[in-house]
């Protein structure tokens, strides 16, 4: 305010030489020159500022499993230092119990003689006509040290003159998880389902392997590796009609054929893996679809799935009635009894062992909400999921997009189908989506349940979208403060670390 001030009071003098001139110019000839100098710039007169900060940064938390961890630090300062400066980074373990009390956590300090940073004890300097200091790096070793959740204070001591005195000292505060590995058997699986669609025509379904999600139990401090997805389900297949025979038909894309020809290479490595694997029937322009067929219909449909379920091994199927046109000439009339009848006919022919679902939309959820000559289709459902791509579908609330199938078991519904395939629009969607799928997580059990269409990735092949895709997800479990509203912490990663981003998981025949 001082600055504009002063900056508005010399506009005020200026005006009034300026009008003095122009009225002593009037009176003689004698011209007066008066030179205005500029006002200093922000930092000029502020100084300089400096900033303690992580470069690579992506969330607090420093996770030591078996091995020693670093990270980097760095010095920025709020322009170029006109001098060297000087700056020593080291603990400062009175901070900790200060940020307990403010923060209103219980960490414990980490251990101080388990932390280096770097050959020269923590020295770093930024060059005159430099803004940043080299990474300096920080060493946090794990032997010895005790299982828990762990908070280090480090503190910046600015030496010399050259950065103002309010920015003299800087803190950055470190939190850690310490972690012991442990057998899967000792681990309870998390409390919710990760599904994936595939898309055979594109990608190898090997891709359901790619990927792991490292789960901490929060209470033990223990760790295990598992799969990222409970159920991978295959596409694309639909329901057709065969004109010449008069009767409906299963048809199976090329690619999808030769994946279940192909068993033993493409889907039992998934099982082995703890995957269940699907195949997804969707609807077609032949103009039958799940909600127009006759008892005759369904009987030698269903015959048709199951000897596909049955004869390649899979786990089940999945029904997505998209893409399909009813009201052709020569079609059958849609029928509001037909889905629920179809679903019915199909649990009862595949029996408990394999999985019925499917992903809902609006018009075949209204007719399902309600018991069908006498069927809830829920009764025959293991699974049900909003098929509304990229929004978060509660249908047990008022007013909401889709309704709750008669008889399905509330915990058995999941509310997000996630379409996002590339890192733009994924950015877009994050900011809404995240908030709304934490509600829906914390609030409502349909929130237990996430679905990823056609298993994220760009047009380039860039097959880092379902990791991307999954962090949206875990951004809205994990508190990744942690202050924990569930026992367990998620990181996903890639399972092989050596892969390439790019068409590591394109199909391969």
Not at 120 to 146: I, Q, Y
Request: glycine letters at 8%; aromatic letters at 10%.
């Amino acid at each position: 305010m001082k600055n504009r001030i002063t900056y508005l009071f010399g506009r005020t003098v200026l005006a009034s030489l300026s009008a003095a001139a122009l009225m002593l110019a009037a009176c003689s000839e004698e011209t007066f020159t008066r030179e205005i100098g500029s006002m200093p710039d922000e930092d000029a007169i502020t100084g300089v500022s400096a900033e303690l900060y992580r470069p690579s940064s992506m969330n607090g938390i420093i996770r030591l499993i078996e091995e020693d961890a670093t990270d980097q630090l760095r010095i920025r300062l709020s322009q170029a230092a006109p001098e060297a400066v000087n700056v020593t980074v080291a603990p400062d373990a009175e901070l900790c119990e200060a940020y307990n009390k403010e923060h209103g956590t219980d960490f414990a300090l980490f251990p101080v003689e388990n932390v280096s940073f770097g050959s020269g004890n923590g020295a770093v300097a930024v060059e005159a006509g430099k803004k940043e200091s080299a990474d300096l790096t920080v060493t946090f070793k794990r032997e010895g040290v005790e299982k828990g959740r762990y908070l280090l204070p480090v503190r910046a001591t600015v030496a010399g003159e050259t950065v103002s005195a309010p920015d003299q000292q800087q803190v950055h505060f470190y939190r850690l998880l310490v972690i012991e590995p442990t057998e899967a058997t000792e681990l309870a699986v998390y409390p919710f389902k990760m599904i994936g669609y595939v898309n055979t025509d594109e990608m190898n379904p090997l891709i359901g392997n790619g990927f792991l999600c490292e789960v901490t139990d929060m209470i033990e401090f223990n760790m295990v590796e598992q799969t990222c997805f409970d159920i991978e389900i295959l596409r694309t297949a639909s329901i057709g009609f065969d004109k010449a025979l008069q009767h409906p038909m299963l048809k199976l894309n090329p690619d999808l054929q030769y994946i279940l020809e192909n068993r033993e290479q493409y889907i039992v490595p998934l099982q082995k893996n703890g995957h269940q694997v699907l195949f997804c029937i969707t609807g077609s322009s032949d103009g039958l679809g799940f909600r127009n067929l006759t008892n005759e219909y369904i009987a030698d449909f269903v015959y048709q799935v199951k000897k596909v379920v049955i004869g390649y091994q899979l786990d089940g199927v999945n029904f997505f009635d998209i893409e399909s046109v009813y009201g052709k000439e020569g079609m059958p009339a849609i029928d509001p009894t037909s889905y629920a009848k179809l679903i019915k006919a199909t649990k009862e022919a595949l029996g408990a062992e394999k999985l019925v679902t499917i992903a809902c939309d609006a018009a075949s959820s209204e007719e399902l909400s309600v018991a069908q000559d006498g069927i809830e289709a829920g009764q025959y459902l293991d699974m049900a999921w909003s098929g509304i791509f990229d929004e978060v579908v509660d249908a047990y609330t008022e007013n909401g997009k889709l309704k709750p199938i008669a008889g399905l078991a509330q915990p058995q519904y999941g509310g997000v189908m996630l379409k996002t395939h590339n890192t733009t629009k994924r950015a877009e969607l994050q900011e809404i989506l995240t908030p709304q799928i934490a509600a829906l997580y914390r609030e409502s059990v349909c929130g237990k349940l996430f679905v990823f269409w056609d298993m994220p990735t760009t047009s380039a092949g860039y097959e880092r979208g379902p990791l991307d895709t999954f962090t949206m997800v875990a951004d809205a479990i994990v508190d990744w403060d942690m202050i924990y509203d569930d026992l367990y912490f998620y990181t996903y990663t890639w399972k092989d670390k050596t892969i390439h981003d790019y068409g590591a998981f394109k199909k391969d025949w």
